[in-house]
């Protein structure tokens, strides 16, 4: 008889303890972008906001990223370089009747 199996502690896989209560800093900038969307469940925002109130350095995050999206937002579409299409249609035309 060799039974080298792992040994039954007699826990139930179904029991696992979920340790979201608290809002670490790697799992607040996951959320950061949820967080601007209001896509985040409200149990979940309130961890965040939470963490918010202790963390410095998660509010600066919060800061650029808002000053961030709203200098995207400033830009708009970006520029195209290349004339419309009825400026070189015209061009074409003046070289072909110049030809
Ligand atoms: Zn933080």
Redesign the pocket.
């Known amino acids: 008889m060799n039974n080298s199996g792992p040994p039954h502690d007699g826990h139930s896989a179904s029991e696992f303890s979920v340790t979201e209560d608290e809002?670490?800093?790697q799992q607040?900038?996951e959320l950061v972008t949820d967080y601007f969307e209001g896509a985040l469940q409200p149990r979940t925002m309130s961890h965040v906001e939470e963490?918010?109130v202790?963390?410095?350095?998660?509010?600066t995050?919060v800061e650029q990223m808002q000053a961030t999206m709203a200098s995207l937002r400033e830009l708009g579409e970006p520029r195209s370089p290349e004339p419309p299409d009825s400026v070189l249609a015209a061009l074409q035309a003046k070289r072909a009747a110049g030809a």
């Open positions: 809002v670490t800093c607040f900038v963490h918010l202790m963390c410095d350095w998660c509010v995050y």
